[in-house]
């Protein structure tokens, strides 16, 4: 991509203002990944119905499916849309996951107004030069940077965990200082993707590791958290997809208690991904089930469509707490 871009020129904001209201308003902000046009659609419409702002954001991965210049339009088409919606809500458009200080500048040239750098599977002091070096060059340009500290077990594009490492607080204050991120994801038992926690016949999910949150929030007084890994795995997905061909057993998430929790404390980020990738999937195979002479594309992704806008406008309300902040 030759051209470069500013955010601003694309009407989207970074995560400074965003992230100081919600960790001042207990709430959290909802980052929503997005690979294609109709959940671009989707996040769009239900955060301007909702009132709520938002950070859509793009993996490594999404960026090579979907064409970084695609994505860039994409994202300016989706505060346009906002706004003759409308709404004003503010949008963000992140990074997630950058994995090298290349892929954050050409997410900085090319109008992304946060990045993460994830140094997460670095040792300490390289993961503290990457993100260092990640921020000097983003914030000559205001770009917010989200750094990582701790391991998440599951895929993130081609890393594989297989153990998740939890965050130590006690890197915590050292980390912001010398790297000076914007924000820091923490690893407090969540992981990616749609199993979480492989549970023994009638077991319950444990809880995720509230005192490590609290002590990262005692060493770091009114900063920014991140949850990573924060599907809920909603069961009802997980039904459907079974019911109509597919098979996924034992998938399960994180509770939505504990998101409400988390979302009332200095987390102001949760990334939500696994979620909206069930719903479109239970709603494309119901209603394919249903249809089976069916070949337009817009009448089994417009079923999908509307599911995951329903999903959003839920998590906003009712889990977040997002919804009316903008
Ligand atoms: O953290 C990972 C996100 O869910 C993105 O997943 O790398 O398959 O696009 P992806
Ligand atoms: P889930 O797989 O739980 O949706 O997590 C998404 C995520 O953390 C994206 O960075
Ligand atoms: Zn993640």
Redesign the pocket.
Known sequence: MGDTVHYSDLGLVNTREMFTKAVGGGYAIPAY?F?NLEQLQAIVTACAETSSPVIIQV????RE?ANATMLRYMAMGAVKMAREMGSQIPVCLHL??GDSFEICKSCVDNGFSSVMIDGSHLPYDENVALTKRVVEYAHRFDVTVEGELGVLA????DVQAEESTYTKPEEVEDFVKKTGVDSLAISIGTS??AYKFKLQEGEEVPPLRFDILEECQKRLPGFPIVL??ASSVVQEYVQLINQYGGKMEGAVGVPEEQLRRAAASAVCKI?I??DGRLAVTAKVREYMAAHPGEFDPRKYLGAARKELVELIKHKNEAVLGSAGKA
């Open positions: 990944n690979n993996s490594k991965g999404a499916y997630d996951h599951g895929i993130e594009d990616h993707g990573h890994g990334n991904d696994s």
